[in-house]
């Protein structure tokens, strides 16, 4: 996207010292003891699945049981209690075992490494449920109370042997039903979001469609569940990580069960381009949900400048400085790249059990260049666009044909795609065909899962690593590939660019693996790379692997979120409006004004203004309360005369200002009294020719000229160039129009206005207050930036004393005294306690608003309370 806006995602320094990290987050909670703000030192992680496979030893399995995806393991287990009878659900007779799972090894050893400083728990769907020594998989329902209840104590008490010492990590297992596991993840997540974060749009060779409702129900119920079971477990002050696709509705469930939760949202996947994005069916929902988050953090910074995109092009959200502005509240958005144990992984790569396979391979290839490429039999890998690569290379560069072997290793993917299994088995031996013979094949495919230590032996004995994806956000592969170079070869890496963690090797040969000619090219680069440039890119490459762990990253998580709670602690936090105190009040008064901004207040935000119209409920409210002989209504609208008059013009008791507070009409009034009816409007004409200028440049912009304000609105022109757009032309008007001309310049939501400089809402209620000094009760509401000038004029120096007011300048100054009205100071019978200002949007939106509500629907709910009551 074009970058037109203020940046909406917040960049971290390219060198990160972890020990620097450690001492941040430290010092960061010592301050937050130090100022009263509670936290508990936990760390509650939640994730697609626990890092454990639970085996009920105690029952035979029976077969051919549909069950969820069974994640790849070849871990012996740690524990195995000794043999109970089984026959009963006893708890003697229920016999688990567990051992820790395989796969999201980068994740859980970063999450690991905090337990130095904090305690933690990890919450999780159980997985497949085992049993019996052949640990072939039952169903979930198929279990008793009394069997999930061992095995949660279980989990709860487990302890992997990889786990370091220091404070505890607890394992809270969520249960799900299978039919909600195989929606959740073989259905929504595998066939709707892992293609589309991958740009594939469903045009999958497995499937060509996206996941349907009853898809989207289970992802729906799944992350239900991991939302309870996090409440369950949530103690006031724990900081909350939630990781990946799998759960980005959590962050929202959380919210509207714990308000007040310190939310992170890491996503390890690519995040599309809105462009993309924007076609997913439940595109709104998936974004509200991971809004939810207080701090959303992704691989690479345009994976987060994607995210801010969609948020602002799909929901209609404002961009801010670091983040996404979610109806006043700012969700920080930043970046930060996983790494590896690179600690843990060197002690594996120097483990004697690899250099005997290394003399292995280098015998049985011997004269040969070896590339060496591993990945899952997943469409987005590019395994067919690799091979093709590898073909042109041999086809232009006859040189290496019989002298350079690829040996390709695809893992079975969690969901087997056999049509793409066939192109890479027929490609393969079409290459081998065309350019094998006897004596030697070009191209070895193994399918299958290799042990550790011979993939650290490939990875040791290769000439070049070719990892070429076609989008991936990290690729372990490629940091451990480093690693097992740098006491041998120091071979190269070719990478592709559409990975998340190309960003940071950028010593790597980096190529479009769409471009097969360019590939090519690139690996004939590598292969004839001269010794002293191979060991220059390898040192920084290796460099960059040790800084850049998995440790690194997940102190980097704590301190970012412990950051964004310190800013938001030092926020204002409005309250919630006291429904109860509100009512109290209201019934005490003789007398009550009650004052409505219109649109975002009375009405939700419309992309066409036209279509703002009032709902049965907001009529029913507005006729019930003008009805009330004590009550005094008044809308204060930045609409013209003519738009209140066509949709409440109706409502005869009601009074209404229009153009913010231009124009003026009491209850039972039947015209308009003009406020500035005396002053200068040559301007309007000036301002006019600014915008028309604005407008010409600007698709979907246009002007709304009223009788005494300009208003250019941008709604329904592209978020970024209409944001720019309104900035370039707010400099311009306050640079050269305003300080020659009797005008204020209003930024508003997707507009920008212009009005006389003594004019505005403020001025309305002052004028209502001091024509009505007798009122002992005020409830005023409104919603954006106008009308904080509302809440400024009911802002009163505290005391006991009554409050006196002097007359405002809509009395003194603009044709007041023909109403008959006086100068004199006025008496208030007002209680300061009996002002409710009250703002749409969440508490910690900037607002000079004593109360805070979350929708225009809660501000009707609350004036029906009074009239129902």
């Known amino acids: 996207m074009d970058d037109y806006t203020q940046d909406s995602v917040t960049p971290l320094p390219a060198n990160i010292n972890p020990d620097e990290v450690r001492r941040a987050i430290g010092a960061l909670e010592a301050d937050y003891a130090a100022k009263g703000i509670a936290l508990s030192g936990r760390i509650i992680h939640v994730t697609h699945y626990l890092p454990i496979v639970s085996t009920l030893e105690s029952r035979a399995a029976p077969s051919a049981v549909l069950s969820p995806p069974k994640t790849p393991d070849r871990t012996s287990p740690l524990a195995s209690p000794a043999a109970l009878p089984a026959d009963s659900n ?153 990781h990946d696709y799998h759960l980005l509705l959590v962050p929202r469930l959380i919210r509207n069960a714990i308000p007040d939760a310190y939310i992170g949202l890491f996503v390890h996947t690519p995040f599309p381009s809105s462009e993309v994005f924007r076609c997913l069916p439940r595109r709104k929902d998936v974004l509200d949900g991971m809004l939810g988050a207080n701090l959303v953090c992704f691989q690479t910074y345009s994976y987060g400048r994607h995210f801010s995109s969609s948020c602002i092009r799909v929901c209609g959200y404002e961009s801010a400085s670091g983040g996404v502005d979610v109806a006043g509240h700012v969700v920080s958005v930043t970046h930060c790249p996983v790494g590896i144990d690179a600690e843990r992984v060197e002690q594996e790569i120097a483990s004697p059990g690899i250099l005997p396979k290394v003399q ?94 011979e993939f650290y032996a490939l990875l040791a004995v290769a000439d070049l690593a070719l990892i070429t994806p076609l989008r991936d956000g990290m690729n372990t592969t490629s940091l451990e590939f480093v690693l097992s170079q740098n006491k041998t070869k120091k071979s190269p890496l070719v990478l592709s660019e559409f990975m998340g963690i190309s960003r940071t090797m950028g010593k790597a040969l980096q190529v479009n693996p769409y471009n097969l000619g360019g590939v090519a090219a690139t690996i004939n680069q590598g292969l004839t790379m001269s010794e002293g440039e191979k060991a220059h890119r390898q040192d920084e490459l290796y ?94 609208s930045g609409r013209d005369g003519g738009f209140l008059d066509a949709n409440l013009g109706h409502l005869k008791k009601v009074g209404f200002s229009a153009e913010h507070g231009c124009f003026v009409r009491p209850p039972g009034g039947t015209g308009w009294t003009s406020l500035s009816e005396s002053l200068d409007m040559s301007w309007m004409s000036e301002v006019k020719e600014v915008f028309e200028y604005y407008t010409e440049r600007t698709t979907g912009s246009f002007i709304e000229l009223k009788k005494s304000s300009v208003t250019w609105h941008y709604r329904s022109a592209d978020p970024d160039w209409g944001l720019f757009q309104c900035k370039q032309c707010l400099d311009l008007l306050e640079t050269n129009l305003a300080p020659k001309r009797p005008i204020e310049v209003l930024v508003g939501k997707k507009n920008l206005e212009v ?38 004029a009911l802002l009163f120096q505290a005391g006991t004393t009554p409050i006196k007011m002097e007359a405002p300048v809509s009395v003194t100054g603009i044709k007041a005294s023909a109403e008959g009205a006086t100068s004199a100071p006025v008496e208030l019978a007002l209680p300061r306690d009996a002002v409710f200002s009250t703002t749409v949007g969440t508490s910690s939106k900037k607002t000079l608003a004593g109360w805070h509500v979350t929708s225009p629907s809660e501000v009707v709910e609350a004036m029906l309370t009074l009239v129902k009551q």
């Open 90 to 242: 006893s708890p003697a007779a229920i016999r688990w075992s567990l051992r820790p799972r395989r796969g999201h090894t980068a994740m859980n050893s970063g999450i690991r490494s905090l337990s130095s400083s904090h305690e933690q728990v990890m919450v999780g769907w159980t997985g497949d449920i085992e049993a019996g020594s052949q640990k072939e998989t039952i169903p979930t329902d198929s279990l008793s109370a009394e069997e999930k209840a061992a095995l949660d104590t279980e989990i709860a008490a487990f302890k992997p042997e990889l786990e370091s010492a220091g404070k505890a990590i607890t394992y809270a297992p969520v249960w799900l039903e299978d039919q909600v596991a195989h929606g959740h993840y073989e259905g929504y997540c595998k066939k709707t979001l892992w293609p589309l974060f991958h740009y594939l749009l469903w045009q999958d060779v497995a499937t060509e469609q996206t996941g349907g409702e009853e898809d989207w129900k289970a992802y729906l119920a799944a992350n239900e569940a991991f939302a309870h079971k996090v409440a369950e477990v949530y103690r006031p002050g724990d900081l909350i990580w939630i």
């Open 543 to 636: 460099e960059i692997v040790k800084r850049h762990t998995s440790h690194t990253w997940a102190a980097v998580l704590v301190r970012e979120l412990l950051i964004k709670i310190g800013g938001q602690m030092a926020a204002h936090h409005t309250p919630f409006l006291d429904q109860a105190l509100l009512l109290e009040k209201y019934n005490k008064a003789g007398k009550r004004l009650l004052l409505f901004d219109y649109d975002g207040t009375l009405t939700p935000i419309v992309r066409v203004p036209s279509m703002a119209l009032p709902s049965e409920d907001t009529l029913e409210a507005l006729t019930r309360l003008s009805e009330d002989p004590k009550n005094l209504v008044y809308i204060i």
């Open 360 to 453: 292995s391979l280098r015998d049985l290839y011997q004269g040969k260049k070896i590339i060496v490429a591993r990945d899952k039999l997943d469409v987005v890998k590019g395994v067919l666009q690799k091979l093709s690569a590898f073909e042109k290379l041999l086809e232009d560069y006859p040189e290496w044909r019989g002298n350079v072997v690829l040996i390709q290793v695809t893992s079975p993917a969690l969901s087997e795609s056999p049509k793409l299994e066939r192109q890479v088995s027929e490609l393969v031996a079409h290459i081998n065909g065309e350019y094998g013979s006897l004596d030697f094949i070009p191209v070895h495919h193994y399918h299958q899962t290799i042990q550790k230590d």
């Open 755 to 792: 009005r006389p400089i003594a004019i505005n809402k403020g001025e309305i209620v002052k004028r209502i207050l001091y024509q009505n000094p007798d009122a002992e009760f005020v409830f005023c509401a409104g919603d954006d930036k106008t009308d904080e000038d509302m809440f400024r």
